[in-house]
């Protein structure tokens, strides 16, 4: 029976590398919703920062007009909203590093991405083990609040790199 | 055309206080879906989860850490955070009266990554007697850097009069 999750695009990081790009010259418009899953990413550097921005033809947008809401999820301590408009970049872990555990994983879906005529939204699932050895999330999501049409997704440290084993993939929901 | 979300291997049981899924994370996936579709619980309990090791035996270390977001349809929402656990686990809820009242998805990260510890969001709805409908947000981590090759879904009482799980891989 065929299937409905078609992957359109897969980065495995096999030597350090500071960005990673999903989509871009591989995107494929047609689709509606894409779902990007990110795993098992770990950088070579303490205290940096994991973020990314929406890319249109390929190159990453730093307008600042990204916005965004979500819960921030704890295991030691009160939980917290995160809510931010005009930023530059999305900000999925605030701080990681080089120590034993320390990753990020996430699931994402993307909205609107092809329409040049509206916004691009996405909803965002993180769960992280950052730079103080603690468990952390966020649940929410983000807007791009430009009418542009992206195609696709630029990751990065803020310092330092991916490592060995990081893994970027994209998928098309069939419609 | 392929398609990237493979189905995996359903389970269920009846009358059991628990349902343990062996042979479930291999090297052809580092992310999974795992559904649970009924778990008709036969007193007030929370739904619990564990990973099995290498071998299918239950991690019962207190390697499991937890934060969970409730969203309560009747008044605030609510958070609960733990460390040191033995396992992921859910909001407490109850099937005396609503037959398979629940719905549950949880993502595993690098379950089968020897050198990863294992990660885990969920997305879930329950029904409780007094409290009404809830919705819940729960990350969790696994902090050994160990292969698990399955599940074991249980309750911290009583037992499941019927329980329904599926699990898919990510390719």
Known sequence: MAGSLIKIDEEIVTSAVASVTLGGSDWDSSYDVYMVKVNNIQTDTDTARFQFRVTTSGTPQTDANYDRATKLLLAHTTFGNVYNVNQTNFDIVGSMGTATGEQSNLVMYCFNFNNASEYSFGTIETVDFGSSARIQGQQGGFVKTTTEANDGLHFYMTTGNFTSGSTFTLYGLKK | ?171
């Not at chain 2, 879906?33 to 990973?51: K, P, R």
């Not at chain 2, 460390?83 to 379950?111: D, H, L």
């Open chain 2, 1 to 171: 055309m392929a398609t990237n979300l493979e189905f995996i291997k359903s389970a269920s049981g009846t009358s059991v206080s628990s349902l343990s899924v062996t042979d479930l994370f291999s090297a052809d996936y580092d992310v999974y879906e795992v559904y649970i579709t009924s778990a008709d619980q036969s007193s007030t309990a929370g739904l619990w989860v564990s990973l099995l090791d290498s071998v299918g035996s239950e991690i019962t270390s207190a390697s499991y850490d937890n934060a969970y977001l409730n969203m309560l349809s009747n008044t605030s929402f609510s958070e609960e955070r733990y460390t040191g656990q033995t396992g992921f686990f859910s909001f407490a809820y109850n099937t005396t009266s609503y037959e398979q009242s629940i719905g549950f998805k949880m993502v595993v990260f690098n379950p089968y990554n020897s050198s990863s510890y294992s990660f885990v969001t969920v997305q879930s709805s329950f029904y409780r007697q007094g409290l009404g409908g809830v919705g819940c947000k729960h990350i969790g981590v696994l902090k050994s850097a160990e292969t698990c090759t399955g599940i074991k879904v249980f309750g911290n009482t009583g037992s499941f009069d019927d329980i329904q799980l599926s699990v898919y891989g990510v390719k």
